[in-house]
């Protein structure tokens, strides 16, 4: 009768201690609420041993949450409208205060991302909401993490998604990107020029002080001219002989005028040319 008690007892006993286990996994950390109050030590990955109605575990997650920012509608400081999603990287530093400080922290930290998100995009410009994110992002998690210390939340990094743009704002900037590249297009065109009209001046005083130079160029585009496959017929004539002819051919001058002779009768008559 009496073993039967004392077993009775430990069975009893046994399923009164097992009602007081619980198992924390690796990612997570166990606070103890011992009749409402907070124990200090945090259990640790692994079998935790409670105070059966007297003890409470709360479980935490220590893993990084990755939490997307809805897109928010706002007006830039330079007055475009535009609608902007973010992502934001956080996880949880002090599991006492994640639980004590904030009722719940994921609600906590996604409602101070989307005030902060719209308060980014009202404080900068279309140019730097497309090209340079960096600092916009470096400025977002700041403001976030601001607040989210004080509920044990270390924001590990926010970036900014995507930026949606008004159909009319496309096509402004697509006829503006157009004319930029027209315009370094006409530019570079207008250099190009610039430079080869340098390089022909120099080019045709060197063929002035050697005139052989001349005629071995003309040689080369005879070469050019005769390598395509076309009806044209070119006879290449020496520049040295043009030259010698022209050197060599007297010049025809003005038709002298001789005075006149009066005669007697008062009349002028021409003079008598040579030779009559």
């Known amino acids: 009768?009496?073993?039967?008690?004392?077993?009775?007892?430990a069975v009893a006993g046994g399923a009164w201690l097992a009602t007081g286990l619980r198992v924390v996994k690796q990612y997570e950390r166990g606070l103890v609420f011992r009749f409402g109050r907070v124990r200090p030590a945090i259990r640790q990955p692994g079998l935790a041993l409670l105070v059966p109605i007297a003890?409470?575990?709360q479980k935490v997650n220590m893993q990084i949450v990755t939490m997307p920012i809805p897109a928010q509608d706002g007006i830039t400081r330079d007055n475009v409208t535009v609608r902007v999603d973010a992502v934001v990287y956080f996880k949880v530093i002090d599991p006492v205060l994640a639980a004590v400080n904030v009722q719940d922290y994921r609600s906590a930290v996604g409602q101070v991302a989307q005030t902060s998100l719209r308060s980014i995009i009202g404080k900068?410009?279309?140019?730097?909401?497309?090209?340079?994110?960096?600092r916009l992002n470096e400025g977002l998690e700041l403001m976030i993490d601001s607040p989210a210390l004080d509920w044990g939340i270390h924001i590990d990094r926010v970036e900014i998604k995507d930026v949606a743009l008004p159909e009319s704002m496309k096509r402004s900037m697509s006829r503006q990107a157009e004319a930029e590249r027209e315009r370094r297009a006409r530019v570079i065109s207008a250099d190009g020029e610039l430079q080869a009209s340098h390089k022909l001046s120099q080019a045709a005083a060197t063929m002035a002080d050697t005139p052989a130079a001349l005629q071995l160029r003309l040689l080369e585009t005879v070469v050019q001219v005769s390598a395509e496959k076309n009806s044209t017929l070119v006879l290449p004539f020496p520049v040295e002989l043009l030259r010698f002819l022209d050197a060599n051919t007297p010049k025809r001058g003005a038709p002298s005028v001789e005075p006149e002779v009066s005669e007697g009768n008062g009349q002028v008559a021409p003079a008598p040319r040579e030779g009559s």
């Open 1 to 9: 009768m009496v073993v039967e008690i004392l077993s009775a007892v």
């Open 55 to 57: 003890d409470r575990l």
């Open 124 to 134: 900068s410009d279309l140019d730097d909401l497309l090209s340079n994110r960096e």
